[in-house]
């Protein structure tokens, strides 16, 4: 199974932040084939028991380290993820995130 994959990398991968490799374990969980996911911040919150706040400090730190890309959906939509490590990942998004957000 591809999620079970990309877990495996995100375990060997240095993270700053203990709570930030719990956030990508997260991630990792909604991600598709392209290692690209869109769970809304409420649902991180409630996977992982850190708050939304908390969770939105952490992904930026994440993006920082270059470990993941973040289109910003907007207002009432969720942002769009897409991971930019691994060995059998592409580290820029090969997809049109309009069309995920609005369908």
Not at 14 to 20: D, F, I, L
Not at 23 to 29: D, F, S
Not at 79 to 87: E, L, W
């Amino acid at each position: 199974m591809f999620t079970t994959r990309l877990a495996e990398s995100i375990w060997t991968k240095q993270v700053r932040n203990p709570s930030g490799k719990l956030i990508l374990l997260a991630l990792a969980r909604y991600a598709n084939k392209e290692c690209i996911c869109w769970p809304s911040i409420e649902t991180l919150s409630g996977d992982t028991g850190i708050s939304e706040r908390q969770i939105m400090r952490i992904i930026k730190d994440l993006e920082k380290d270059n470990l993941l890309l973040v289109k910003r959906a907007g207002w009432n939509k969720p942002n769009v993820y897409k991971f930019t490590y691994s060995d059998t990942m592409s580290p820029e998004p090969s997809i049109d995130y309009y069309n995920i957000v609005n369908g």
